[in-house]
């Protein structure tokens, strides 16, 4: 069972930064890909950025530019910098680790973003 600790949420105003983490307790060797989704109030969880074990990054169209993923494999931990915050991207984010059969979730962290 990996769990997945969260931290760095909170309120920022538009075009400050964030940068959140996400301490994995799964093997530094698994090299399992890693990711954070969010989900705004009344809206469907969406991807927002993913690593892979190899360090091949995917972003959302909406966050190309701003946002940043990053992993580091010694300390198992994962980062979303997030710069030129936008009021939509106030949601909860979720770090998020797939594994070998299933899919691991943290318990989200808050982000707001006042305009």
């Known amino acids: 069972q990996v769990q997945l600790v969260e931290s760095g949420g909170g309120l920022v105003q538009a075009g400050g930064s964030l940068r959140l983490s996400c301490a994995s307790s799964?093997?530094?060797?698994?090299?399992?890909?890693m990711g954070w989704y969010r989900q705004a109030p009344g809206k469907q969880r969406e991807l927002v950025a993913a690593?892979?074990?190899?360090?091949?990054?995917n972003y959302r169209d909406s966050v190309k530019g701003r946002f940043t993923i990053s992993r580091d494999k010694a300390k198992n931990t994962v980062h979303l910098q997030m710069n030129s915050l936008e009021p939509e991207d106030t949601a909860v984010y979720y770090c998020?680790?797939?594994?070998?059969?299933?899919?691991?979730w943290g318990q989200g962290t808050q982000v707001t973003v006042s305009s």
């Open positions: 799964g093997s530094m060797l698994s090299l399992n890909a």
């Open positions: 690593i892979t074990g190899g360090g091949i990054t």
């Open positions: 998020t680790e797939w594994g070998d059969d299933r899919q691991f």
